[in-house]
């Protein structure tokens, strides 16, 4: 079976532009976290999202916004980049309400500059 | 609020010696506990999580952890380790109340050598 999927891989934009970022989750999972990972720290969360609704929010600016669909994939958009945006974002997915093993993509490697 | 610490930044290691990994948490609920390891370049690969239940638990490759409620402590240790096991290796938090947002430490960077 097919693991988490992110694309792009890598991509590389400029201060003020919007990226759309994607996921789509092991077959069966019906929850989808997503995570910044500045070089250096820890992954830190930014929403999780469970049968197309937003279940949680980190403490990130509303240029950060995302979303799920019925097919349970989801997209992380971020607008107005800044260079500190720039990361390796994560994306987890788990089977639902108490499921607590999330399982994590390869992440897309965002530059801004 | 929770909290995640990752004692050591960085652990170097001699092949086929031992290894442990410290990882302390502070949290006023219940919480659910989890290593990952992330190879270069790579996602995160769940190794190992405490739900209930045994408090030492076992994880893939050869790892295992203990979970130490008086301490808030999850230490994960691996009793001979192989040059492939050079990697970052975070332990995470999700409070019971919290469901599906894991908070995570900075990372153990384990630096394995022959």
């Known amino acids: 079976d097919a693991g988490v999927t992110q694309s792009p891989t890598h991509l590389i934009k400029t201060r003020g532009q919007h990226v759309t970022l994607r996921c789509s989750p092991i077959?069966?999972?019906?929850?989808v976290s997503w995570y910044q990972q500045v070089l250096g720290q820890g992954p830190q969360f930014i929403f999780q999202?469970?049968?197309?609704?937003?279940?949680g929010r980190g403490n990130f600016p509303d240029r950060f916004s995302a979303r799920q669909f019925p097919n349970y994939s989801s997209e992380l958009n971020v607008n107005a980049l800044l260079l500190g945006d720039s990361a390796l974002y994560l994306c987890?997915?788990?089977?639902?309400?108490?499921?607590?093993?999330?399982?994590f993509g390869p992440g897309t490697r965002l530059t801004v500059t | 609020a929770q909290s995640v610490t990752q004692l050591d930044s960085q652990v170097p290691v001699f092949e086929e010696a031992p290894v442990e990994l410290r990882c302390n948490y502070s949290?006023?609920?219940?919480?659910?506990l989890f290593w990952y390891v992330q190879y270069p370049n790579q996602g995160l690969q769940l190794l190992l999580k405490?739900?209930?239940?045994?408090?030492l638990v076992k994880g893939i490759n050869g790892f295992e952890a203990e979970f130490n409620k008086s301490q808030t402590s999850f230490h994960l240790r691996k009793p001979s380790v192989h040059i492939s096991d050079t990697a970052e290796y975070f332990c995470?938090?999700?409070?019971?109340?919290?469901?599906?947002?894991?908070?995570f430490g900075a990372g153990t960077q384990v630096v394995v050598t022959p």
């Open positions: 949290s006023s609920v219940s919480v659910y």
């Open positions: 987890a997915s788990s089977l639902g309400t108490g499921a607590y093993e999330q399982y």
């Open positions: 995470a938090v999700m409070t019971t109340d919290s469901w599906g947002k894991l908070q």
């Open positions: 077959s069966g999972h019906k929850s």
């Open positions: 405490y739900l209930s239940g045994s408090t």
């Open positions: 999202y469970y049968e197309k609704e937003e279940r």
